[in-house]
């Protein structure tokens, strides 16, 4: 099918179109024609049939009222002439009928031929007669006798003969104009192949190149101007690929650019509807790209100081800048730049950089040195009221003295090990610290810790219970680090239950060895249990003398282990502390 739309073939579809239109139109003109002819031939014979009908029959139609004779008059006129004959009288009665019973036959005064020949002195009409079912012509005449009209003669006659005529002229005309077309054919379809043959080349050849086939071209055939378009479509198309294939190499790499940056990129077009936007900007924003693609910057940014930056550089037609602090739906901190397109008045570039992280390092330093700053100044302020109170006059009182260094050296133990802990946690937080990995089993990691803390749970009134669980498979651990872990989380299990005990069990979950510590101490706080991991954080009613580094220095380590380390817990009822580490088969 796709042969039949070329070229070639809608030009020899069109050249046939119009000479069929043309022998159409001669056909129709030429029957129209014949069959005029015909009619008014055939019309003129039935009117001199029917006057001399009439003039033979005029003494019997004026004598009255019908009878046997004028209906064997009209058969045998109708015999003669090969025609249907009706005599009429002057009140539309029929008095003689060659085809019917004359008797079953309506009046006949209203038909327009009956009607025009009594006011012309002829009538003529052409009709189907449902009395002899097909098409006729029918002529009547008035009869007169001395001076009088007495009477109708009508003579009708089948139009099949008429139509036989037509439809033999149609057929002629028809066969001329198949062989004119299939003649008219070959000579153009021969005459077009060359020319067309080129045209259909570089049309497919368009096609392929629409399509992204870069590499379609043409073939010269011919040395006139089709060659030449040829030739310059091919130079166009080589221009055309080496373009394509640069900007899409460029696209690429600005593809790959914006989905890797970390920093937001977002474009608005004209009516200020989102065009681009990267998915760094995305997260930012809380939006996915494909929901915000089309949408209003105003129903994706939400933040009014943003949508604030973001109109007033549309309006003003400059770059704005500003600290974007996000509300409580979306906590975060951008620094936006928002700048106009060149070359497209309303378009804006927004640009995001989200100092979220850096905000909240921030304020992690000003915690970490205002802890470290607590944690040091009691234990130096202790030493510094000690020293004033021996140089006033206690050193004097070796009893009073030696209290005095006891405690002194006390808080210098305190600093010690605050700087220790300090220390440590750098060394494992910067990756420093080697952990001398194994594998170990569980049993070997939870046992010693436990029973060194045994004789304080005694003391403290308090339940130690180990429960591990048959068949625990190794674990890849460094003994002495994780030894540290459970040791710190069963210290403050111990610290903060008042009654009851701690249980501390082992057990496979998966992949993983979960090493959990339970108590029954005063729990923890909802809002606390979130950060009770950070450096030096001490949940509210914490009476522990320590610095706030123990959990943190035991996060550290687990993670270290490539494990993970949780906290659950009721306030009132206990906690929970949990360590999963991998499995070490």
Known sequence: MKRFRSLRWRLLALVELAILLAMVVLAVGLSAMVRRTYLAHLEEQLTVEARLIGDALAPAMASGPPDEFLDAEARRYAALLDARVTLIGPDG??????HEDRTQMENHLDRPEVQQ?????????????????????YVAV??????????????????????ANVARLQRTVGLMAVLFLGLVGLVVFLRLAPTVGVIGDLSDALGRLTAGDLDARVLPRTDDELGDLARAYNRMAERLRETILALQEEQARLSGLLERMTDGVLITDQEGRVSLINPAAARMLGVSPQEALGRSFVQVAWDH??????????????????????????????????????????ATLVLLQDLTRVRELETVRRDFVANVSHELRTPLATLKALVETLREGA?????????????????VDRLDRLVGELLELARIESGRAPLEMARVAVADIVGPPVENLRPLAE???LSLEVYLAPDLPPVLADVDGMRRVVANLVRNAVQFTPSGGVIVRAERVGDEVVISVQDTGVGIAPEDLPRIFERFYKPRGSRSGGAGLGLAIAKHIVLAHGGRIWAESTEGQGSTFCVALPVGE
């Open 459 to 461: 003391r403290a009134g």
């Open 142 to 163: 008035p009869v007169e006798a001395e001076g009088r009209v007495v009477g109708i003669a009508r003579v009708a006659l089948p139009l099949r003969q008429v139509q």
């Open 395 to 411: 050193l004097e009182d070796p009893q009073a003295a030696r209290r005095f260094l006891e405690r002194m050296e006390g808080e």
């Open 117 to 137: 020949a009594l006011a012309k002195g002829r009538g003529t009409a052409i009709r189907f007669s449902h009395t002899v079912g097909y098409e006729m012509m």
């Open 305 to 346: 100081r943003l949508v604030e930056l973001w109109e007033e550089c549309r309006e003003r037609g400059r770059e704005g800048v500003g600290l974007i602090e996000m509300g409580p739906r979306r906590p975060a901190v951008f620094y936006a730049v928002v700048t106009p397109l060149e070359g497209e008045e309303g």
């Open 93 to 98: 009665t029929v008095w003689g009928e060659s």
